[in-house]
């Protein structure tokens, strides 16, 4: 299936970083509570992400992701989650966090 162009940039991909991070036992699959901080414009937002195989929460802070922004927020457990951040399987289907590899502005949008 293809898209247009103009398809792909109704999904607003963000860059934010990782304000704050809480391990989430109630959700049904391992997962992380984050807080990302997309700037002025956007703010700070909510998320749970299934990336305990490679990440702890203590390490997280301060780490820039990528975030889609302009989904509907999604009820997970008791966190309403209001970005969803973006990774990749690694070999053996576990989560990779999607990270800028040079310094830029939070609220940068990918293009």
Known sequence: M???FDDFMKVDIRVGVIARAEPFPEARKPAIKLWVDFGPEIG???SS???TT???PED????RVLA???FPPRQIGPVMSEVLVLGLP????????????KDVPLGGRMY
């Open 2 to 4: 293809t898209i247009s």
């Open 44 to 46: 700070e937002k909510k």
């Open 49 to 51: 992400a299934q990336i």
């Open 54 to 56: 490679h990440y702890a």
């Open 60 to 63: 997280l802070p301060g780490k």
């Open 68 to 70: 889609v922004v302009n």
């Open 90 to 101: 690694d070999a053996a289907g576990e989560v990779v966090l999607i990270t800028p590899d």
